[in-house]
């Protein structure tokens, strides 16, 4: 019996489990890069006009650190410049959800144990999480391929944006399919894949905010998402590009295959350890809820705080020489003057990140409001809410643990952020405080983010999740690409991160950081009413 | 005696299905009670409304005198749970979770910890995401009967214990009502809650079916008899409460050279004519099986549909 015996069967299997969620997945993808092509194509009708956001965009690091770097000033490599990096982002967090769904997460659960029992081969499971993964990846290509064809942009560049975003997912398929080997936990792989997927973005971050004669831009060619950039699509389609990361793929995924030969069922290649025999203090003391929800947050705390600050210490890093590395042409010059001069090109860079950063430590927030959720449907608050801790205290101190997280992952990243960017420009005296005051100032937008969480699981605790998720989500498309897409001010306001002042450099005005940090407040209480009159489990 | 758990007529839905339909339960102070019911009769829904996780529909519930939804915590100080599927913060050592709820629940010995730690057999150094069913099981048990509580409520908590175990588990609770504790013990396993409990409740789709001391229950069920008697006996099929009645005649080397056996199950309430019918007969050798509660279970949950009295001591139909 070969190793991959029965995989066709499972795959037809996990094609079932998958039937909702692959066919979402996909659309939302394909909707992206339908919608933003549809946008370029009608909103920016001459090219007089699209030229001057294309100038706009290649002299402001700041917007290029974002998206990535952009080719042209056709509608087509605009479409490409706007949502590529996104739609690839996303590509490869779809493909580490299902590759860990159907390999870690089912050995962890039990069910891998049951079918290895059948007449299954040893790395079935691992070949279907994959091809899964890469047939989602191939079916997001064509879509997205069909789409802005469909919408008017020429179809070999078409052709090249679907398959870079494709190649990009494929990609991460592999890296999750390691991932899946390394950690004995579905949690541990996917948060594996996951900082495999920050670090290329922020590579690919930095090389594409150096510009094109900056002596960091072979940053990013050490990106797989900077590689789906330099496909560069409708303008130049380079199609060997696409080597790169296919090739990467397949070396991956044999060095995932290869590290499951080496294991047991079960375990992972990193080995457990033994912990106390006794509670500690802290889970003895007077305030033993939030003793527990800080032993069990601590950890992804420390992850979080460490991967934001190596974040905020590459922005940081090259602010300062961000606008000597666009060259000295007359052009970038006026460019330069009518931004402000080289010192508001900085802080407006800073400002950005700061968004960004704020966005990404709502995502942490969410995710330990949301804990809650899981722990409910495992049945795990069952022992905690039969002794004599109530509900409130129950999710009060993971409420206050989450806010509390987030303002050390911010004070942490504004931290590193200013010692970076303070020692390159030889003055950490003012940066530090200047960025870690900017950095705290997203913390009321954070807040209101995982209040929604936290009203959603009070009153509606069913679709809480995917609520939860979809919120923040929003509060960032409209905070990040509101503005590109010209959407209406009243709709780019609904998210609370529009609100935050633009700091560094902007003006700070303390009143709608308090309208913030009360509807945060609201809507926490809102989730602590509804949860006291509802059933659990 | 004070009653420490008093349900009547429970009602609980969630949307159009009926999860309890007029429960009652009661459980005296000092008793060991059997709740016993197939999978998907409410047994964890009356458990987890007797927690205050669920708000009850209609019914009244009354916990160690109180009500379980608006004095959950309080009422909590007093009583320790064992839920069926023990699911634990993985990344917590099992020391670590004993020494959590104890603290949660307002105390627990240290010393007895230790113990129970000695007579589970329990590695409390290990992650609980490594412990087996069984060992998780145990982390709760442990939890549970080093607290200083008045009430344990057991949601099948021996479900994953091998037999060594099993018996460690019999012999604390035996300790705990000598200690004057009171039990509620949700099971599957009737030879455990016959040698556990006082009283038992049968629930079946949401209702209480049978309800009582674990030997008044005993008389709404047959004995099984098995005798070997000198001559057929007279109008034995005539009887009532006879069923299943099966006469052979054998011929035999006692002294009248020939006999009859005799198989029958009776009603215990009518055993006593029976015994007479059979001694008129002469009997050579007889066999009698008390009922055990498996046939009290197996009556009520073999034939669905079949039988279901509305009050719980009204009989059971032949």
């Not at chain 1, 209040?451 to 679709?463: D, K, N, T």
Request: proline letters at 4%; a positive charge; glycine letters at 12%.
């Amino acid at each position: 019996m070969s190793s991959l015996t029965g995989t066709g069967a499972l795959a037809r299997l996990a094609a079932r489990r998958d039937r909702v969620m692959l066919p979402v997945w996909i659309y939302v993808l394909t909707i992206f890069v339908v919608s933003t092509g549809y946008s370029f194509k009608h909103l920016y009708k001459t090219p007089a006009s699209r030229e001057a956001i294309t100038a706009g965009i290649a002299h402001d690091p700041a917007t290029l650190a974002i998206a990535g770097p952009v080719y042209g000033s056709s509608a087509g490599a605009l479409t490409a410049y706007k949502i590529g990096a996104a739609c690839a982002v996303l590509a490869a967090l779809m493909s580490i959800f299902i590759v860990i769904r159907h390999t870690r997460a089912d050995e962890e659960a039990g069910r891998l144990e049951l079918v290895g029992s059948t007449g299954v081969g040893r790395n079935a499971a691992l070949a279907v999480g994959v091809l899964i993964a890469a047939a989602a990846n191939a079916a997001a290509a064509a879509l997205i391929t069909a789409g802005a064809a469909a919408v008017g942009l020429p179809a070999g560049g078409a052709a090249a944006l679907g398959l870079a975003i494709g190649c990009t997912g494929l990609l991460f398929a592999a890296v999750a399919a390691v991932a899946a080997q390394l950690s004995g936990t579905a949690r541990g792989a996917r948060s594996i894949g996951i900082c495999a997927l920050i670090v290329a973005y922020l590579m690919m971050s930095a090389g594409a905010a150096a510009g094109t004669s900056g002596g960091l831009r072979w940053v990013l060619w050490a990106s797989p998402l900077g590689w789906a950039s330099e496909v560069r699509p409708f303008t130049g389609d380079r199609w060997l590009v696409l080597i790169l990361p296919l090739a990467a793929s397949a070396a991956v995924a044999a060095v995932s295959a290869a590290l499951a030969a080496r294991r047991d069922l079960d375990a992972g290649l990193v080995p457990p350890r033994r912990g106390r025999a006794n509670a500690s203090r802290l889970l003895r003391g007077p305030l033993a809820p939030l003793g527990l929800a800080w032993r069990l947050q601590r950890a992804g705390l420390a992850g979080w705080a460490a991967g934001a600050a190596v974040f905020a210490a590459a922005f940081g890093s090259i602010a300062g020489s961000i606008g000597s590395m666009l060259g000295s042409s007359p052009a970038v010059r006026t460019a330069i003057a009518r931004l402000g001069g080289q010192p508001a090109i900085t802080d407006g860079y800073l400002a950005a990140m700061m968004t960004l950063l704020g966005v990404v430590v709502a995502g942490y927030a969410v995710s330990v409001v949301l804990r809650l959720r899981s722990d409910e449907t495992a049945d795990r608050e069952q022992l905690l809410l039969a002794t004599a801790a109530g509900r409130l205290s129950w999710v009060g101190s993971q409420l206050l643990v989450a806010g509390a997280g987030a303002a050390v992952v911010l004070g942490t990243a504004g931290l590193a952020a200013g010692l970076a960017s303070g020692v390159r420009a030889g003055d950490p005296g003012t940066a530090v405080p200047r960025l870690i005051g900017a950095a705290f100032a997203q913390l009321p937008a954070v807040l209101v983010v995982a209040g929604v969480a936290a009203a959603l699981f009070g009153l509606l605790p069913r679709s809480c999740v995917a609520a939860g998720w979809t919120a923040l989500g929003l509060a960032a498309a409209l905070v990040v690409l509101g503005p590109t897409l010209r959407l209406s001010q009243w709709a780019q306001d609904i998210s609370p991160f529009t609100h935050v002042p633009r700091l560094p450099g902007g003006s700070f005005t303390a009143e709608p950081l308090a309208w913030l940090s009360a509807a945060a407040a609201v809507l926490a209480a809102a989730g602590l009413l509804g949860l006291r009159r509802r059933d659990i489990g | 005696m004070t009653e420490v758990i008093a349900v009547a007529g429970l009602r609980k839905s969630y949307g159009t299905t009926v999860a309890l339909d007029g429960l009652d339960l009661s459980v005296a102070e000092g008793e060991v009670h059997g709740f016993l019911g197939p999978n998907g009769s409410g047994k964890t829904t009356t458990i987890r409304i007797l927690l205050g996780l669920l708000r009850a529909d209609g019914g009244s519930v009354t916990l160690l005198g109180g009500d379980p939804w608006r004095a959950a915590t309080a009422l909590h100080r007093r009583l320790a749970y064992v839920p069926g599927d023990v699911t634990l913060w993985p990344n917590l050592t099992g020391g670590e979770i004993i020494g959590l709820l104890g603290r949660l629940r307002g105390g627990m010995v240290a010393k007895r910890v230790a113990g129970l730690l000695d007579r589970f057999e329990l590695d409390p150094t290990k992650k609980a995401r490594e412990y087996s069913k069984g060992n998780r099981q145990k982390v709760a048990l442990i939890s549970a009967l080093a607290a200083d509580a008045e009430l344990l409520i057991l949601d099948e908590p021996t479900a994953g214990l091998d037999p060594l175990m099993e018996a460690v588990f019999r012999e604390c609770i035996e300790d705990e009502a000598r200690a004057g504790r009171t039990v509620l013990l949700s099971s599957h396993i009737l030879s455990e809650v016959e040698a556990l409990c006082q009283g038992v409740t049968i629930i079946r789709a949401g209702r209480t079916v049978e309800s009582g001391t674990l030997a008044g229950l005993r008389h709404l069920t047959r004995t099984s008899i098995t005798a070997d008697v000198a001559r057929r006996p007279d109008g034995l099929d005539r009887l009532p409460g006879v069923h299943d009645l099966d006469v052979q005649d054998f011929a035999g080397a006692g002294a009248g050279g020939a006999g009859a056996r005799v198989r029958c199950e009776v009603d215990t309430g009518n055993l006593g004519e029976v015994l007479r019918r059979l001694a008129d007969a002469g009997v050579l050798s007889m066999v009698s099986q008390p009922p055990t509660l498996e046939e009290l279970f197996l009556r009520h949950y073999a034939a669905p549909g079949r039988g279901l009295p509305g009050n719980a001591m009204e009989g059971v139909p032949a």
